[in-house]
C-alpha cells in the first residue's frame, strides 16, 4: 500500500468570495482526501493527506478546474512533516478511509491580498429568480458562490459573512443548511439570503412638499416602481454599488425631463437594455464585444447605434455610439420582468445613469440619495442592505477588437496589476484631479481603486479620503510614501499633503504627463525606456506653463521633454476649457496677426463685442497662459469648424470633432492632398526638431501644429468640407506625432513609444499613430484595461513612488518633482 504524504498548498489571486473553498472541498472529497481549506486574507490554504498520485491529480484539479470566477497568479506547495498536525485540527488522528476533509474558520496572514470584484448574476441564479417553483423566486438579493456584491459589501477581510454589510441578517434555517451543504451551490456563499431572511426594497415616495418617506415595501414597492417608468416618471434604484437614475429610454419627454433636473444637455445617458436581444436590436454587436456585454463583469459598452432602434435620440445627442450595458443586479432584472399588471406596458430600455449631483460621487445611502437626488426623482427604490465601498459602472470602448478601458471600476476594481521587477515598499499614488482614481502599491503589485469622480467637488474629496482609508485597511496596508501630481492647487494634491503631514511620510510630486506614460507602462509590465507620447487636457508643467502635448522620453524615475505641439496662449482661464471658441480666437490671433480680426468674423466663432475683447486679453497678456494642450488644439478645431464651439461636458468637442472626421475620411483621402504640404510650407511659429542651444541646453522639439491650423482655416475659408477637414486634421496630426518620434527614436536608439493621455481615447488618432509607427518598426505600447484618460495616472505615480522608495539603480528621482 502507497504511503500517504501531507502537503500544504497556499494559492493565491482572486480565490476568496467566488466559491474557492466550496470547489477545493469538492474535489478533495472527489478524491479521498483528508485535510483542511481555510482564508489566510491575502491566500487560500490548503493541507492536504493522502497518497503522493492522488495529492498529484489533487493539485492538478485545483490549479485548472477552479471557480468560474476565480483566478488563480501562483500556488505554493510544499511537503509536511507526517508527525506535525498543523492545519488539519481534530480530523489528524482520524482513518483514512473517513470523510475527512472540511472548510475550517478564516484567520487573517499578512502577505498579497487579492480581493475579488463585484460580480454581475449567473445564468443559473437568473433562472431561479424567475422560476416560480423556487423558494426564492423573485427574490431581489438572490446570489450564490459564483455571483453576487463582493468589494462593494466588504469590511475586512478574510472575506466571511461577519465581515461584510450581510452580518446584520442571520440566515434563516433553510439558507443556513444550504450554505453548510458541500453539495449546494449556496455553500459557503457569504452573502446567501432568502426572501425570508435576506435585506428588504422599499419605495421611498413624497409625502408632502418636503417629506419623503417609505411608502410600500417588497412586491408592491417594485410594482410601484415599475408603474412610474411606465408612466414617464424617473427613479432612484440602489444597486450594488450605488444609484442609478431611471427612466423610459425610448420616452424622449422622460428623457428630456430627466436631463433638465440633471442640468446635463447634451452628455449622452448610459441605456440597461431587458436582455441580449433588445440590445442588438438597438445596436451593432460584435463577437468580441458580446463575450464582454455578456459576461461577469458586464460594464457600459459603447456601441454602434442601428438605425430603426426604439432608444430616442435624446439618449445621446448627435452621437453614433450608446453607452449599453444589461442587467447585472437581480433588482435590475425585475424592474424589466415582474408578475404585475404593468408588464405589458414596461420598456425594454431603461435609461440607467449614476445617481448623482454634478460633480459629486455616485449617492451610496439613503440620506445621500434624499439629500443629493431626490429633487431628480419620482421615487426612490432603495433597500437595507449598507453599500461599505461605491462603486461606479466600469465604461469601455473597444479598439482594433479589444477592450479600451474608459472609465474603470464596478467589475474590475480593485483587481491589481502586476510588474515583474522585484520592487520592495507600500506606496499611495493619489491620484488627479479630473475622473480620480487612487492606486495603492505593494512590492510588485498595484491595486488602481474603483472611480472616485471629479474632485472640484469637497463631497468628491470627502469621499476619496474615505476610499482611500478602506482600501488601505481591505489590503492591510500603510504607504511609505504618497505620490501627488505637479500641480500646486489640485485638490488631490491637497489631499496628498494632508495625508503626508498625517502620518509622517514622503511626499513626492509627478509630472502629469510622466505619470500618464509610467501608467501605460505599468499596465503592459514594460519598463525599459520608452518615447512616452502622452496627449491631453492640461497638467501642469516642470517650467509652470500648462502642457498637453508632450514627447517625454521617459524610464522609471526620470522623464526629458524631447518635443510638444506649438505653444499658444489660452485666454479666459477655466472658461477657455469649456468654450473651445476662446482657444480658436487666441490661436487665430496668434497666426494671423491683423489678419485675425477678418477671418474670425468669416468663421462665425463670436460676435465683435467678444472678440475685441478677447483681443485686448490677448495683447496685454491679461488671464492667459502659455500652453501645449492637445486637449484644447482639439477643441479650437472643433469650434474653427463649427462642429462645437463650445463643450457642455469634459470632451464634447473634441468626441464630435473625432466623430465629424471619421465620416468625412471617405471623401477625404486625396481631395486635400495639398494640406500637409500648406502645413509644412506656410509661416510658422515654431520650426520642428531644431536642437536650439539655450544656456547650454537643448531645447524640446516643437511641432509646428500652428501652421496645421492655418492650412485648414484656409481651406475652410476656401469652401472645404468641415467633415473633410476633420478628417485631414487628424491625419495631419498623427504624421507629426510619428515623424517626431521616429526622429527622437533615431537620436535616442530607443525603439518603443507608449501612447497615452486622454486625446488618445480617439480610436482615430490612435490608429492613425499606432498603425504608421508599427510601420516604422517602433513597438507601439497603448492601454487596455487602465484608462488613458486621468483616470488612469495613479498607478503611474504609485510606480514612481515604488521606484524612488528604492532609488532604483542609484537615481533619485528629479529634483523639480520632489516635494
Known amino acids: 500500500m502507497e504511503k500517504t504524504e501531507r502537503r500544504q498548498i497556499r494559492v493565491y489571486g482572486i480565490v476568496q468570495g467566488v466559491g474557492f473553498r466550496p470547489a477545493v472541498d469538492r474535489h478533495a472529497h472527489a478524491l479521498g482526501i483528508r485535510g483542511t481549506v481555510a482564508n489566510r486574507g491575502s491566500f487560500v490554504e490548503i493541507n492536504a493527506e493522502g497518497v503522493p498520485s492522488v495529492l498529484d491529480e489533487f493539485e492538478k484539479r485545483v490549479k485548472e478546474q477552479p471557480p468560474e470566477r476565480a483566478v488563480i497568479l501562483k500556488m505554493d506547495v510544499k511537503l509536511l512533516e507526517q508527525s506535525s498536525a498543523a492545519g488539519f485540527g481534530d480530523i489528524a488522528g482520524q482513518s483514512q478511509e473517513s470523510d475527512g476533509f472540511r472548510i475550517v474558520e478564516s484567520e487573517k496572514t499578512s502577505g498579497e491580498i487579492f480581493i475579488s470584484p463585484d460580480i454581475a448574476i449567473c445564468d443559473t441564479c437568473k433562472a431561479e429568480l424567475f422560476d416560480k417553483n423556487s423558494r426564492r423566486y423573485l427574490h431581489p438579493f438572490i446570489n450564490c458562490t459564483c455571483c453576487g456584491p463582493r468589494f462593494s459589501l466588504l469590511e475586512a477581510l478574510p472575506y466571511d459573512r461577519e465581515r461584510t454589510s450581510m452580518k446584520k441578517f442571520p440566515m434563516c434555517p433553510q439558507c443556513r443548511r444550504e450554505y453548510y451543504d458541500p453539495k449546494s451551490r449556496f455553500y459557503d456563499a457569504q452573502p446567501v439570503c432568502c426572501n425570508d431572511c435576506g435585506p428588504q426594497v422599499y419605495l421611498i415616495e413624497r409625502a408632502g412638499e418636503t417629506d419623503r418617506r417609505i411608502s410600500v415595501r417588497g412586491a408592491a414597492a417594485i410594482s410601484r416602481a415599475r408603474q412610474i417608468l411606465v408612466q414617464g416618471g424617473i427613479i432612484a434604484v440602489k444597486g450594488i454599488g450605488g444609484f442609478h437614475l431611471a427612466c423610459n429610454a425610448a420616452d424622449e419627454a422622460a428623457v428630456m425631463r430627466l436631463r433638465r433636473l440633471k442640468r446635463r444637455p447634451m452628455k449622452p445617458f448610459a441605456v440597461m437594455a431587458r436582455d441580449e436581444a433588445v440590445c442588438r436590436r438597438e445596436c451593432e454587436v460584435s463577437p468580441e464585444q458580446h463575450r464582454i456585454l455578456t459576461g461577469h463583469q458586464k460594464p ?60 459629486a460621487p455616485i449617492a451610496s445611502n439613503d440620506a445621500e440619495a434624499l439629500d443629493e437626488i431626490a429633487g431628480f426623482c419620482d421615487a426612490i427604490l432603495s ?57 495603492l502599491g ?13 474632485l472640484a467637488d469637497l463631497r468628491t474629496v470627502k469621499a476619496l479620503e474615505d476610499a482611500v482609508k478602506k482600501t488601505e485597511t481591505l489590503l492591510e496596508m500603510k504607504p511609505q510614501v504618497i505620490a501627488a501630481d505637479l500641480h500646486p492647487k489640485y485638490n488631490s494634491t491637497l489631499v496628498a499633503e494632508k495625508l503626508a503631514e498625517e502620518r509622517g511620510i514622503p511626499l513626492l510630486r509627478v509630472q502629469h504627463h510622466y505619470a500618464h506614460v509610467l501608467s501605460c507602462m505599468a499596465e503592459n509590465d514594460y519598463l525599459e525606456p520608452v518615447i512616452g507620447v502622452s496627449f491631453d487636457g492640461t497638467g501642469f508643467g516642470t517650467d509652470g506653463t500648462i502642457w498637453g502635448g508632450e514627447f517625454l522620453l521617459s524610464d522609471i524615475g526620470h522623464f526629458e521633454r524631447g518635443g510638444h505641439i506649438a505653444p499658444f496662449w489660452q485666454i479666459g482661464g477655466d472658461m477657455a476649457a469649456r468654450e473651445g471658441w476662446r482657444i480658436a480666437v487666441s490661436m487665430l490671433q496668434q497666426i494671423f496677426g491683423a489678419g485675425a480680426d477678418d477671418i474670425i468674423r468669416r468663421l462665425g466663432l463670436c460676435d465683435e463685442m467678444a472678440a475685441g475683447a478677447l483681443k485686448v486679453l490677448f495683447t496685454r497678456k491679461i488671464n492667459a497662459v502659455q500652453s501645449t494642450s492637445a486637449g484644447r488644439l482639439f477643441d479650437a478645431v472643433s469650434a474653427i ?69 492655418r492650412a485648414f482655416v484656409l481651406a475652410k475659408l476656401d469652401g472645404a468640407g468641415s467633415e473633410e477637414l476633420a478628417y485631414e486634421f487628424h491625419r495631419g496630426l498623427a504624421q507629426m506625432i510619428v515623424q517626431e518620434t521616429v526622429s527622437l527614436s533615431e537620436r535616442t536608439g530607443v525603439k518603443t513609444a507608449a501612447l497615452t493621455g486622454g486625446v488618445f481615447q480617439n480610436r482615430l488618432l490612435l490608429e492613425l499613430v499606432e498603425k504608421e509607427l508599427q510601420a516604422e518598426k517602433i513597438q507601439v505600447l497603448r492601454h487596455h484595461l487602465v484608462p488613458p484618460n486621468d483616470g488612469g495616472i495613479a498607478l503611474g505615480q504609485a510606480l514612481y513612488a515604488m521606484a524612488a522608495l528604492g532609488q532604483e539603480n542609484g537615481r533619485k528621482p528629479p529634483a523639480e518633482q520632489r516635494s
Open 300 to 359: 457600459i459598452l459603447l456601441l454602434p447605434k442601428k438605425t430603426g432602434g426604439r432608444i430616442c435620440s435624446a439618449v445621446a445627442p448627435d452621437i453614433p455610439t450608446i453607452g449599453m450595458m444589461l442587467p447585472y443586479a437581480p433588482i435590475q432584472l425585475l424592474l424589466f420582468t415582474y408578475e404585475d399588471v404593468w408588464q405589458e406596458r414596461m420598456p425594454d430600455v431603461l435609461v440607467m445613469t449614476s445617481g448623482n449631483a454634478s460633480g
Open 383 to 439: 433597500n437595507n442592505r449598507d453599500i461599505r465601498i461605491r462603486t461606479d459602472d466600469s465604461v469601455m470602448d473597444f479598439y482594433d477588437k479589444a477592450p479600451y478601458m474608459i472609465r474603470r471600476s464596478r467589475g474590475y476594481a480593485p483587481l491589481p496589476f502586476l510588474v515583474s521587477r522585484p520592487y520592495q515598499g507600500q506606496v499611495l499614488g493619489i491620484g488627479g484631479e479630473l475622473k480620480n482614481t487612487f492606486c
Open 442 to 454: 505593494k512590492d510588485q503589485i498595484f491595486y488602481p481603486s474603483a472611480y472616485v469622480g471629479d
Open 641 to 709: 469648424l463649427g462642429i462645437r464651439r463650445a463643450s457642455t461636458y469634459e470632451g464634447e468637442a473634441a468626441t464630435a470633432l473625432m466623430y465629424s472626421a471619421m465620416r468625412g475620411r471617405a471623401h477625404a483621402a486625396g481631395s486635400l492632398a495639398s494640406l500637409t504640404e500648406l502645413c509644412q510650407s506656410g509661416d510658422s511659429l515654431a520650426q520642428n526638431r531644431q536642437a536650439v542651444e539655450a544656456g547650454g541646453q537643448p531645447q524640446p522639439d516643437v511641432l509646428p501644429t500652428d501652421s496645421l491650423v
